[in-house]
Nanobody
Framework: QVQLVESGGGLVQAGESLRLSCAAS????????VGWFRQAPGKAREFVGD????????HYADSVKGRFTISRDNPKNTVYLQMNNLKAEDTAAYYC????????????????WGQGTQVTVSS
């Protein structure tokens, strides 16, 4: 099993940047694919992006493509979500999730979740 803790959220102005971190402990983190998801009040949890266990493959939702970048540092057991040119519609709680095997855009495919970190973008 792996335990996940997100950090780096906060309140920013539209157009600014934030970098979220997802720190893992427990099992060998390099074995896990990681997904980032977000959930705004009253809305379903939605896929943001993911990174394969070895870090070479990433995928992004169309809404964040070109603005968000996912990277991972396996020796540090950490995955990052760099968010640039933030928009008001990016406001949500952001979660990282992990699973063995391939990445997935479906939240239910991930058994391990962090507690989330809030990102608020003011326009």
């Amino acid at each position: 099993q792996v335990q996940l803790v997100e950090s780096g959220g906060g309140l920013v102005q539209a157009g600014e940047s934030l970098r979220l971190s997802c720190a893992a402990s427990g099992d060998t983190f390099a074995r896990y694919a990681v997904g980032w998801f977000r959930q705004a009040p009253g809305k379903a949890r939605e896929f943001v992006g993911d990174v394969s266990w070895y870090g070479y493959n990433t995928h992004y939702a169309d809404s964040v493509k070109g603005r968000f970048t996912i990277s991972r540092d396996n020796p540090k057991n950490t995955v990052y979500l760099q968010m640039n040119n933030l928009k008001a519609e990016d406001t949500a709680a952001y979660y990282c999730a992990a699973r063995t095997g391939p990445t997935s855009v479906t939240p239910n495919d991930y058994p391990y979740w962090g507690q989330g970190t809030q990102v608020t973008v003011s326009s």
